[in-house]
């Protein structure tokens, strides 16, 4: 299923075939779907980038896309408008090629920037959400630190962003995120694979 995915990155930048690919192991939490680890990661700071996607049971991992799709119906509703569909016509299978397409976009520009201005980027991004310094499935997840920090300081939260819940400050957090220029250049890289290299579209 990901295999024209990569293809067609490849296509769109002959850079990323040096990309290594590796499995996630089944056993980890279901919020590791895939993920870029850069070089600068490893002990070895010349050897390749990294995407760690999960493979294997490919059922449960489309129900885990689907099961996403309704937490964070913002996020995929951004990603739906970027491939040109509706959000009720994202399927599994598009946002898992997405997925890897997206971290694929990451790398890109980390090809691009090199290590200190990606990482300067990135800080910058994450400074100007709502919730600094938190994905919006860390503030979702009751168990992270960034959560429970929010709801330690949850009055405040409440005032500053005019929200009553923390779903309400979801929306919020999603909005932000999505749009963050690191996010939204990973989307927009991922979309124009999507729309040019497979066949998910109809």
Not at 11 to 33: K, N, Q, Y
Not at 57 to 78: H, K, M, N, Q, W
Not at 82 to 90: H, I, K, N, T
């Amino acid at each position: 299923m990901l295999a024209p995915v990569y293809r067609a990155a490849v296509i769109a930048d002959p850079r990323l075939a040096g990309t290594v690919i590796e499995p996630i192991d089944e056993g980890g939490p279901d919020s590791e779907m895939c993920y870029a680890f850069p070089s600068w990661w490893k002990s070895d700071k010349t050897s390749p980038h990294e995407v760690r996607v999960r493979l294997g049971d490919t059922a449960r991992i489309l129900a885990l896309f689907e099961r996403a799709t309704e937490e964070f119906p913002v996020s995929y509703g951004i990603i739906a408008s970027r491939v040109g569909l509706e959000l009720s016509a994202l399927t599994p299978e598009l946002l898992y090629a997405f997925g890897f397409a997206h971290e694929l976009g990451h790398i890109r520009r980390m090809l691009d920037l090199g290590e200190k201005a990606y990482k300067k980027q990135l800080r910058a991004d994450l400074r100007q959400l709502p919730v600094r310094n938190t994905t919006p499935s860390d503030l979702m997840d009751r168990s992270s630190v960034q959560r429970r920090y929010v709801d330690k300081h949850w009055e405040w939260y409440s005032k500053e962003y005019g929200v009553q819940t923390v779903e309400e400050l979801s929306i919020l957090q999603q909005h932000a995120y999505r749009n963050s220029t690191t996010e939204r250049e990973a989307d927009e890289f991922a979309a124009s694979v999507i729309q040019i290299g497979t066949d998910l579209l109809g």
